[in-house]
């Protein structure tokens, strides 16, 4: 097992309306099979240690899965390791002496809570507004009684895998949601249950993200190298078609 | 004292039917004026509070992420069982139903374990109505794969993120409700008590994770759905924040906790590799169906795998078990990989691993094949170890993975204490002494869709509930006492962190609480935790205020009610005398070293009273009837 | 009128606006380069040819008129968005990468596009003050490209408008939901090599009279 030295110029914000400011740490002896979040429960450990208050950020399943995760490593969102939350991201992929800028996602819609816990609410709000299908439960007819061409599905899969991380939102030069919101109207798109609805869908939760502040996509491609679950842009370019069909072309 | 399961008499297969007709219904302009709040947004919580919105009640929904759309639900993989025998080989509502009660090894009650099976056909339903991308056949209809041991095909699933996928059809439901206005959703919340008035459950007292404000709700009922308590042994499969205070709380208010021991440890996880680890990930089941565990034949044999001859490999599950083989259940896979390492086999830097192996498969079916069943799994266990499975084999170990024990809740879902109702995996219902594959998240949304709506109902229909506000003095010592912990806790400022207690309390219920206990180590284990716990008490050093977002002063609660809890869980493995499912006292094992069971005294639900801090607990016996199966040894030969 | 607003207020319909407009000036380059190539014919051709569009007399002021609402859409449009974004990022990062999405087209966007318009005030008030009356057009082009800085001004701000159209190219195409798996690539190739005979079509002219 390899062990490695490193800087960490992390950033503390003790609330939402303080200012905040980078402190710099030295996180040394740390495993190069640990998880970048393991190694800030070891600067964490020794903060608390020290009487400090520990580094502050969301994290929960740690396998990649729950979307709670996530920072700005040197500049890249869940680090430069392509596919990859920042809980599996190892530290194999640094080396001996590295310097570490870690800082929160930053976004109008996304307002620092603290250090680098972020409230990512306007992601819920935007889903709110019809990212689902209207149906009770119950009354639900055979699931068999609508066939899904196999490729369809698969597409449709893909863009569900969205894990509303945020990380698109991060990476975008713009600060747009627009992969978020384009991976959840193409998967209501592409399959035959989400059709009754899908005018209604595409207009509201579009109107949503401008509210909220979210930037405007211009075709930047940055979401979709960062993107964790390798979400493409052709979900965005779904939706345009959706809200071309929807705002400019029906009755 | 007689502990009322309130199962509907009648025939098995017509039981819930005669029950649903039985149950009182609230008129569709009361349901309105009816409180429920709901705590947890997994797939338990998630579907209950969207369901009962729909029907009219006024919601209120409680998580601890900071959005509903994180439960730990979300993380489960492998799919969902349903009796829907699209593929004609033979299953059945029966068949279903008498997999789980064989492999809960008849520790579980029939007549709920069979509406589960009914109700599995209904989720699938109402899960692709909900837009849930499931796999598909060429033909475009619904895909199926064998899973976890069943010899027919009916788990459904979403790639190798099913768990994900219903979950956020259950989050699209809640919202849409949100949206409505019938449910408010309090993210960021913490339950920190249970607020019972004339023996009922009628409001819980929570803590604002970023404000650290402590808030009362009042209401006409408390749904619990706030999932397992694996995370009692520091390390397992389980998300951070899944924990007991939920319903430990509850049991400290008076509900009784049932088969506390009753722990899974999934045998396919990555293994250990250091002391700074926080979290073992799970490899899904689905591998063993391709792979070979083996180890080497020599202990101690340090050799790369590749360097060990065919002749010196011990496939020791295919040659104890030569009809099931590799995929005997969890609980028979992980005491046999424990066993092996035992005897000096293991492998790894650690010697606590054993290899899962799919050379033979990659020769047989070549490695597109390979790549297109596991490819993403392969790539997730390259990421973590750095180590790539399609050259050299896996390495694998047990890991606590779902807790079976949980509030005890009769046929209704609702626990003895009235206006109490818990889903999920918070109860105890449905999985017996071990769970089978792809069945949690059947249980969980069967709960949440199919059940409570109904029994609620019932409940509150035919009970007299006078006005309750959150002025009422129970409200008031709740909180009182909720903030006086907070300030103990805080006020401790010792010298060691509460992380560094939970690893040594995980270790201690690792190793004498874990995948094989005997009388002698769980004794040692009460003694050592109630001596870990007192240090605790004195030594925890907990950084910052209570007035803010303090995410050591969160975990610092959780970990006190684990220590709280683990002499429950231990008081409980130690009154069984007998082994069953995931449960393995060493002192009861038949000459195969199988778990044996004893039908005659232990064929009951232990039920544990709380009887006052430093009483210890109270037990009770629910016995369990068969009316229907016939009780036999399990046997995987 | 709703569908007016829903156009303006939202931000796929700005973008729309975006490249509906950008897709008219694709054209018009086309259209604008095809005509100027006849300078490698001589002077007489090229002559011809523009007195041949100034017969078209009243096409030829709407055709203007509509790349004037063109060009203030397109900038008016380009500007709000422009405006929007560095607001959607109130407090910027302390350090930013690439991740291989951003090229150096799609990141001037803004640059590029202000600077084209700066070449066309320029490119259009030469010829307005030029004094046609009493020389041809070829003529004020042989004059103009005499002199090498002017040369090297035009060039460059040719290397802009390419730059522009490598990343506004299939820009647009996305934008209209053109996005296919099986086609993009090209399409993204075709965006480039447009590019690059913008700017070898344009950027020889000068070359080629002045030299
Ligand atoms: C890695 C992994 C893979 C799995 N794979 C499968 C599989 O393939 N098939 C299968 O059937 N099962 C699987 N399971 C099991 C299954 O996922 C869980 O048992 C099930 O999802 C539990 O759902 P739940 O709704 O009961 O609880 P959870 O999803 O755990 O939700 C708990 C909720 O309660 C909230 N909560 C908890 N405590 C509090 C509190 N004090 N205050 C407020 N809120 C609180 C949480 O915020 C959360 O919202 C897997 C489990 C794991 C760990
Ligand atoms: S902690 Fe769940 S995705 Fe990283």
């Given at each position: 097992?390899?062990?490695?030295?490193?800087?960490?110029?992390?950033?503390?914000q003790?609330r939402?309306?303080?200012?905040?400011?980078?402190?710099?740490?030295?996180?040394?002896?740390i495993?190069?099979?640990?998880s970048?979040?393991?190694?800030?429960?070891?600067?964490?450990?020794?903060?608390?240690?020290?009487g400090?208050e520990?580094?502050a950020?969301?994290?929960?399943?740690?396998?990649?899965i729950c979307g709670?995760?996530?920072?700005?490593?040197?500049?890249?969102?869940?680090?430069h390791?392509?596919?990859?939350?920042?809980?599996?991201?190892?530290?194999?992929?640094?080396s001996?002496?590295?310097?570490?800028?870690?800082?929160?996602?930053?976004?109008?819609?996304?307002?620092?809570?603290?250090?680098?816990?972020?409230?990512?609410?306007?992601?819920?709000?935007?889903?709110?507004?019809?990212?689902?299908i209207?149906?009770?439960?119950g009354?639900?007819?055979?699931?068999?009684?609508?066939?899904?061409?196999?490729?369809?599905?698969?597409?449709?899969m893909?863009?569900?895998?969205?894990?509303?991380?945020?990380?698109?939102?991060a990476a975008?030069?713009n600060?747009s949601a627009?992969?978020?919101?384009?991976?959840?109207?193409?998967?209501?798109?592409?399959?035959?249950q989400?059709?009754?609805?899908?005018?209604?869908?595409?207009?509201?939760?579009?109107?949503?993200?401008?509210?909220?502040g979210f930037?405007?996509?211009s075709?930047?491609?940055?979401?979709?190298?960062?993107?964790?679950?390798n979400?493409?842009?052709?979900?965005?370019?779904?939706?345009?078609?959706e809200?071309?069909?929807?705002?400019?072309?029906s009755? | 004292?007689?502990l009322?399961?309130?199962?509907?008499g009648?025939p098995?297969?017509?039981?819930?039917?005669?029950?649903?007709?039985?149950?009182?219904l609230v008129?569709p302009?009361?349901?309105?004026k009816?409180n429920?709040?709901?705590v947890?947004?997994?797939?338990?919580?998630?579907?209950?509070?969207?369901?009962?919105?729909e029907?009219?009640y006024?919601?209120k929904t409680?998580c601890?992420?900071?959005?509903?759309?994180?439960?730990h639900?979300?993380a489960a993989?492998?799919?969902?069982?349903?009796?829907?025998?699209?593929?004609?080989?033979?299953?059945?509502?029966w068949r279903?139903?008498?997999?789980?009660?064989?492999?809960?090894?008849?520790r579980?009650?029939?007549?709920?374990?069979?509406?589960?099976?009914?109700?599995?056909?209904?989720i699938?339903?109402?899960?692709?109505?909900?837009?849930?991308?499931?796999?598909?056949d060429?033909?475009?209809?619904?895909?199926n794969?064998?899973?976890?041991?069943?010899q027919?095909?009916?788990?459904?699933?979403?790639?190798?993120?099913?768990?994900?996928q219903?979950l956020?059809?259950?989050?699209g439901?809640?919202?849409?409700?949100i949206?409505?206005?019938k449910?408010?959703?309090f993210?960021?919340?913490?339950m920190?008590?249970?607020?019972v008035?004339?023996g009922?459950a009628r409001?819980i007292v929570t803590?604002h994770?970023?404000t650290?404000?402590i808030?009362?709700?009042?209401a006409?009922?408390?749904?619990?759905?706030?999932?397992?308590?694996?995370?009692?042994?520091y390390?397992?499969?389980n998300?951070?924040?899944?924990?007991?205070?939920?319903?430990?709380?509850?049991?400290k208010?008076?509900?009784f906790?049932?088969?506390?021991?009753f722990?899974q440890?999934?045998?396919?996880?990555?293994?250990?590799?250091?002391?700074?680890?926080?979290?073992?990930t799970?490899?899904s089941?689905?591998?063993?169906?391709?792979?070979?565990?083996?180890?080497p034949?020599?202990p101690?044999?340090?050799r790369?795998?590749?360097?060990?001859?065919e002749?010196?490999?011990?496939?020791?599950?295919?040659?104890?078990?030569?009809?099931?083989?590799?995929?005997v259940p969890?609980?028979?896979?992980?005491?046999n990989?424990?066993?092996?390492?035992?005897?000096?086999?293991?492998?790894?830097?650690?010697?606590?691993?054993?290899?899962l192996?799919?050379?033979?498969?990659?020769?047989?079916?070549?490695?597109?094949a390979?790549?297109?069943?596991?490819?993403?799994?392969?790539?997730?266990?390259?990421?973590?170890?750095?180590?790539n499975?399609?050259?050299?084999p896996?390495?694998?170990?047990?890991a606590v993975?779902?807790?079976?024990?949980?509030?005890?809740?009769?046929?209704?879902?609702?626990?003895?204490?009235?206006?109490?109702?818990v889903?999920?995996?918070?109860?105890?219902?449905d999985?017996?002494?071990?769970?089978?594959?792809?069945?949690?998240?059947?249980?969980g949304l069967?709960d949440?869709?199919?059940?409570?709506?109904y029994?609620?109902?019932?409940?509150l229909a035919?009970?007299?509930?006078?006005q309750v506000?959150?002025d009422?003095?129970?409200?008031?010592?709740?909180?009182?006492?909720?903030?006086?912990?907070?300030?103990?806790?805080?006020?401790?400022?010792?010298?060691?962190?509460?992380?560094e207690f939970?690893?040594?309390l995980?270790?201690?219920?690792w190793?004498?609480?874990g995948?094989?206990?005997n009388?002698?180590?769980?004794?040692?284990?009460?003694?050592m935790?109630?001596?870990?716990?007192?240090?605790?008490?004195?030594?925890?050093?907990i950084?910052?205020?209570?007035?803010?977002?303090?995410?050591?002063?969160?975990?610092?609660?959780?970990?006190?009610?684990?220590f709280?809890?683990?002499p429950?869980m231990?008081?409980?493995?130690?009154?069984?005398?007998?082994?069953?499912?995931?449960h393995f006292?060493e002192a009861f094992?038949?000459?195969?070293n199988?778990?044996k069971?004893?039908d005659?005294h232990?064929?009951?639900?232990a039920?544990?009273?709380y009887?006052?801090?430093?009483?210890?607990?109270?037990?009770?016996?629910?016995?369990?009837v068969?009316?229907n199966v016939?009780?036999?040894?399990r046997?995987?030969? | 009128?709703?569908?007016?607003?829903?156009?303006i207020?939202?931000?796929i319909?700005?973008k729309?606006?975006m490249?509906?407009?950008?897709?008219?000036?694709?054209?018009?380059?086309?259209i604008h380069?095809a005509g100027?190539?006849?300078?490698?014919?001589?002077?007489?051709?090229?002559?011809?040819?523009?007195?041949?569009?100034?017969?078209?007399?009243?096409l030829?002021?709407?055709?203007?008129?509509a790349?004037l609402?063109?060009?203030?859409?397109?900038i008016?449009?380009?500007t709000?968005?422009?405006?929007?974004?560095?607001?959607?990022?109130?407090?910027?990062y302390?350090?930013?990468?690439?991740?291989g999405?951003?090229?150096?087209?799609?990141?001037?966007?803004?640059y590029?596009g202000f600077l084209?318009?700066?070449?066309l005030v320029?490119h259009i008030?030469?010829?307005?003050?030029?004094?046609?009356?009493?020389?041809?057009?070829?003529?004020?082009?042989?004059?103009?490209?005499?002199?090498?800085?002017?040369?090297?001004?035009?060039?460059?701000?040719?290397l802009v408008?390419?730059?522009h159209?490598?990343?506004?190219f299939?820009?647009?195409?996305?934008?209209?939901?053109l996005?296919?798996?099986?086609y993009?690539?090209?399409?993204?190739?075709?965006?480039?090599?447009?590019?690059v005979?913008?700017a070898?079509?344009?950027?020889?002219?000068?070359l080629?009279?002045?030299?």
């Amino acid at each position: 097992m390899k062990s490695i030295n490193l800087t960490l110029k992390v950033w503390r914000q003790e609330r939402g309306s303080d200012k905040g400011r980078f402190e710099t740490y030295d996180a040394t002896g740390i495993s190069t099979d640990m998880s970048f979040l393991e190694m800030l429960d070891v600067v964490n450990e020794r903060l608390t240690l020290e009487g400090k208050e520990p580094i502050a950020f969301d994290h929960d399943c740690r396998e990649g899965i729950c979307g709670m995760c996530g920072a700005m490593v040197n500049g890249y969102a869940h680090g430069h390791e392509s596919g990859t939350t920042l809980c599996q991201l190892h530290m194999r992929h640094f080396s001996d002496g590295d310097t570490i800028v870690i800082e929160p996602w930053r976004s109008r819609a996304f307002k620092v809570v603290k250090d680098l816990v972020v409230d990512r609410s306007a992601f819920d709000k935007i889903i709110q507004e019809g990212g689902y299908i209207s149906v009770n439960t119950g009354g639900a007819p055979d699931g068999n009684t609508i066939p899904v061409p196999q490729d369809v599905a698969e597409k449709a899969m893909d863009a569900a895998s969205c894990i509303g991380c945020g990380a698109c939102v991060a990476a975008c030069p713009n600060g747009s949601a627009m992969l978020f919101v384009g991976a959840k109207i193409s998967q209501f798109a592409l399959l035959p249950q989400g059709r009754p609805e899908a005018k209604d869908r595409v207009l509201a939760m579009l109107n949503m993200h401008d509210e909220l502040g979210f930037g405007n996509c211009s075709n930047e491609r940055e979401c979709e190298a960062r993107c964790p679950k390798n979400i493409s842009i052709v979900n965005i370019a779904r939706m345009n078609r959706e809200f071309i069909k929807a705002a400019l072309l029906s009755e | 004292m007689q502990l009322d399961a309130k199962i509907p008499g009648g025939p098995l297969a017509e039981k819930w039917d005669r029950h649903r007709f039985e149950l009182k219904l609230v008129s569709p302009a009361n349901k309105k004026k009816f409180n429920i709040i709901v705590v947890g947004t997994g797939l338990a919580g998630g579907a209950a509070s969207a369901s009962l919105a729909e029907l009219g009640y006024n919601v209120k929904t409680f998580c601890i992420q900071d959005s509903p759309r994180r439960a730990h639900s979300i993380a489960a993989q492998g799919g969902i069982n349903a009796a829907k025998n699209y593929q004609n080989d033979g299953d059945s509502v029966w068949r279903l139903f008498y997999d789980t009660i064989k492999g809960g090894d008849f520790r579980a009650r029939e007549a709920n374990v069979y509406r589960l099976a009914q109700l599995s056909v209904n989720i699938i339903d109402q899960c692709v109505a909900q837009g849930v991308p499931f796999a598909r056949d060429y033909g475009g209809l619904l895909a199926n794969r064998s899973f976890g041991g069943a010899q027919v095909s009916r788990t459904f699933y979403a790639k190798g993120q099913t768990g994900q996928q219903l979950l956020l059809g259950a989050y699209g439901a809640l919202s849409r409700q949100i949206k409505a206005g019938k449910v408010t959703m309090f993210p960021r919340r913490e339950m920190m008590d249970l607020v019972v008035i004339n023996g009922r459950a009628r409001g819980i007292v929570t803590r604002h994770l970023i404000t650290g404000e402590i808030e009362t709700h009042a209401a006409d009922a408390v749904v619990l759905c706030s999932g397992g308590y694996g995370n009692l042994f520091y390390l397992s499969t389980n998300a951070m924040s899944s924990n007991v205070s939920a319903a430990f709380r509850a049991y400290k208010r008076g509900a009784f906790f049932a088969n506390p021991c009753f722990v899974q440890i999934h045998p396919t996880c990555i293994p250990v590799h250091g002391h700074y680890q926080s979290k073992l990930t799970l490899m899904s089941e689905s591998l063993r169906n391709d792979g070979r565990v083996w180890v080497p034949k020599k202990p101690g044999d340090r050799r790369p795998p590749a360097e060990i001859p065919e002749e010196e490999r011990d496939y020791y599950l295919e040659n104890k078990y030569p009809s099931f083989g590799n995929l005997v259940p969890r609980d028979v896979a992980s005491r046999n990989a424990k066993e092996q390492c035992d005897m000096g086999k293991g492998v790894g830097e650690t010697g606590l691993a054993v290899y899962l192996d799919f050379s033979d498969a990659i020769a047989r079916d070549g490695r597109k094949a390979i790549e297109k069943k596991y490819g993403n799994l392969f790539q997730m266990y390259e990421k973590i170890t750095g180590e790539n499975p399609y050259e050299t084999p896996m390495k694998i170990y047990p890991a606590v993975h779902y807790t079976m024990g949980g509030l005890w809740v009769d046929y209704n879902l609702m626990s003895n204490l009235e206006g109490l109702f818990v889903l999920g995996e918070a109860n105890f219902s449905d999985h017996g002494a071990n769970r089978l594959g792809a069945s949690a998240l059947m249980q969980g949304l069967a709960d949440g869709y199919f059940i409570i709506p109904y029994t609620i109902g019932g409940y509150l229909a035919g009970t007299v509930l006078e006005q309750v506000s959150t002025d009422h003095p129970e409200f008031v010592d709740a909180v009182s006492g909720v903030k006086e912990r907070i300030d103990r806790l805080l006020k401790t400022n010792g010298h060691r962190t509460a992380d560094e207690f939970h690893r040594q309390l995980g270790k201690i219920l690792w190793d004498y609480c874990g995948m094989a206990r005997n009388d002698e180590g769980l004794a040692k284990a009460r003694q050592m935790v109630t001596e870990l716990h007192q240090e605790f008490l004195e030594d925890v050093v907990i950084p910052g205020s209570a007035g803010d977002f303090n995410q050591s002063l969160e975990k610092a609660a959780r970990i006190e009610d684990f220590f709280e809890f683990a002499p429950v869980m231990i008081d409980d493995a130690l009154s069984r005398r007998e082994s069953c499912g995931c449960h393995f006292n060493e002192a009861f094992q038949t000459e195969e070293n199988e778990a044996k069971r004893d039908d005659e005294h232990g064929c009951h639900v232990a039920v544990w009273e709380y009887a006052g801090q430093n009483e210890p607990p109270v037990l009770h016996r629910e016995p369990l009837v068969f009316e229907n199966v016939e009780l036999t040894q399990r046997s995987y030969k | 009128m709703q569908l007016v607003l829903r156009i303006i207020r939202t931000s796929i319909g700005k973008k729309l606006l975006m490249a509906f407009t950008g897709l008219c000036f694709c054209c018009f380059l086309v259209i604008h380069l095809a005509g100027n190539l006849s300078v490698y014919g001589g002077a007489d051709t090229f002559n011809s040819y523009v007195n041949h569009l100034h017969s078209l007399g009243v096409l030829v002021h709407i055709a203007e008129l509509a790349l004037l609402v063109l060009a203030i859409v397109h900038i008016v449009t380009g500007t709000v968005l422009f405006i929007e974004n560095l607001r959607a990022r109130p407090v910027r990062y302390s350090v930013t990468r690439r991740s291989g999405g951003r090229t150096w087209g799609s990141a001037t966007m803004p640059y590029t596009g202000f600077l084209i318009l700066v070449f066309l005030v320029c490119h259009i008030s030469w010829f307005i003050y030029a004094g046609r009356e009493y020389q041809t057009v070829y003529q004020i082009l042989t004059g103009l490209f005499s002199n090498p800085v002017v040369i090297l001004l035009y060039c460059a701000a040719v290397l802009v408008v390419a730059l522009h159209i490598s990343h506004g190219f299939w820009s647009l195409f996305q934008t209209f939901g053109l996005n296919h798996n099986a086609y993009m690539p090209a399409i993204r190739a075709l965006g480039i090599i447009f590019a690059v005979i913008v700017a070898m079509g344009f950027g020889t002219i000068p070359l080629y009279l002045g030299l």
